[in-house]
């Protein structure tokens, strides 16, 4: 009787989660935000920055998939040159 009631009780666990896992939600818009077009605008050449860095980037260096911005080099020990630049032309940074 005791096997009986552990084996129904791992059957409803396991469809309890498989029904909780098909809930159908979306995630939220602003956590994968997605371009307008495809197209973006061109470089003006203007340097960004953030708030508390002294580094500053063009919109090109931003979007630069193998050297992205690091604004903030002085919060963390120096990365390994894969994990900076990446490995063209098939592993991005």
Known sequence: MRRIFCIALATA??????????AGE????WAYPQAQSQQR???DGKAHRLEGSTAAF????IND???PPDW???EHPPMPDVVAHGRKPDLRA
């Open 13 to 22: 666990c396991v469809i309890g989660i498989r029904l909780s896992g098909q």
């Open 26 to 29: 979306t995630p939220p818009p």
């Open 41 to 43: 605008p061109p470089d």
């Open 58 to 61: 063009t919109v090109t260096q």
């Open 65 to 67: 998939p193998f050297a």
């Open 72 to 74: 903030y080099p002085d």
